[in-house]
């Protein structure tokens, strides 16, 4: 398979690449050609070959909620409109919805999904794809509250043991993460802090910034919920937050982060030994109209991923189009450090980086098209899209 461009193993678009594969799909090697378009037995394609893209943050089981919620409305709004909308769908018509969904996103392209649930109403999409040989699901039981600490244990164990029980009948891979640093009292957030892998909403919306000042609609929100202050505001902000409740050997994905400030991002990265930061450029413009520190993540050399986030927040679970939001938005970001943030940082982030997320020897990654691109200024143009090629 051979093409203009392809992304290397190292991160690199290298020209005319070509890309063997045996019949199982496993990646045999990487060449360049000066002959692409005339090799015998190879397929040319016109565009940029990439491997299976990793949506590293999806809401599937909301997948209902296309169209339901408006935009810009800011995030206690959101909030409280997927929370009195959600019992207006059926558990069936929502089930339909997450399978078509997941569909959509292996005919993209996406090889494997970090994926959110409260219920195992997307469950049975991840089943189909499994045994269907499709996209690979991590699923993430996350759970929030703020129950008080002689509470909290039963609380915790209520909240995810049906979901981590249901998930190993279905065979699906699955641990438990904290929803956020705001949303979880102290001794609640502390106890998933030995879980294998965790996915935390991290400072996304501008409220977030005033929770530790004790304002802003969060905090009231928060409060209200708790009936009382939150227990945790001693540590003065969320960056600190984590890093007194965490281990630093933790396998850390911090979502969104578009509020986070450079002190913020310094502090994770000195001390957690694996911290990956997930960018939803298209989910932040629709709650907030805001946009995630992708330069500065990019300049510090820190390893970023692409999500999508959900319906509710976004208008497609399209990683192409948060390409291409992102690139555009970030023209001092080199288009093949991005599409390495959409493959194998996605992988890595979720620990599968040893099997999917480049065209390594062994790996198999699927294969993906990259069509309207600008050669010339190596830039995505509005007709750009990706395509499953297999």
């Avoid at 907030?288 to 509710?312: I, K, N």
Wanted: aromatic residues 10%.
């Amino acid at each position: 398979m051979a093409a203009p461009y392809l992304l290397s193993p190292d991160g690199k678009l290298i020209r005319n690449g070509v890309v063997h594969f045996d019949a199982d799909g496993a990646v045999l090697g990487v060449e360049q050609c000066d002959r692409i378009d005339s090799l015998p037995r190879t397929e040319y394609h016109n565009g940029i070959l990439i491997p299976g893209m990793t949506n590293a943050h999806c809401h599937l089981e909301l997948s209902f909620f296309r169209g339901a919620i408006p935009q810009h409305a800011g995030m206690v709004e959101f909030i409280r409109h997927v929370v009195s909308k959600r019992n207006d769908y059926s558990r069936e018509e929502q089930v339909e919805r997450a399978i078509e969904e997941d569909l959509s996103m292996w005919h993209e392209g996406i090889q494997a999904v970090g994926d959110i649930s409260n219920d195992t109403t997307s469950f049975p999409a991840k089943v189909k794809a499994m045994r269907e040989g499709r996209t690979r699901y991590h699923t993430f039981a996350e759970f929030f509250g703020m129950p008080a600490d002689a509470d909290a244990e039963e609380f915790y164990h209520r909240s995810v043991d049906p979901l981590l029980a249901a998930a190993k009948a279905d065979g699906l891979e699955i641990t438990p993460t904290q929803h956020s640093t705001y949303f979880m009292s102290d001794k609640l957030f502390r106890l998933a802090a030995d879980s294998p892998l965790m996915s935390i909403h991290f400072m996304e919306t501008p409220a977030e910034v005033e929770f530790f000042d004790r304002r802003g609609g969060i905090y009231d929100m928060v409060k209200e919920s708790a009936g009382r202050e939150p227990d945790f505001l001693a540590y003065g902000g969320h960056a600190e937050r984590l890093v007194a409740s965490l281990p630093k050997e933790a396998h850390l994905i911090l979502i969104h982060d578009t509020q986070m400030r450079r002190q913020d991002m310094e502090l994770i990265l000195n001390y957690f030994e694996d911290v990956t930061f997930v960018l939803c450029p298209r989910s932040n413009y629709y709650i907030d109209a805001d946009f995630p520190p992708a330069q500065m993540l990019y300049e510090a050399g820190a390893r970023v991923a692409l999500g999508t986030d959900s319906l509710s927040s976004n208008t497609s679970l399209s990683l192409a189009e948060e390409i291409k939001w992102l690139s555009a938005h970030n023209p001092d970001i080199p288009l093949e450090a991005v599409l390495q943030w959409a493959t194998l940082n996605g992988a890595r982030a979720l620990r599968l980086g040893d099997a999917i997320g480049s065209f390594e020897r062994g790996k198999r990654p699927g294969a993906v098209l990259l069509t309207g691109v600008d050669f010339l200024s190596m830039r995505l143009t509005d007709e750009a899209r990706t395509v499953r090629l297999f």
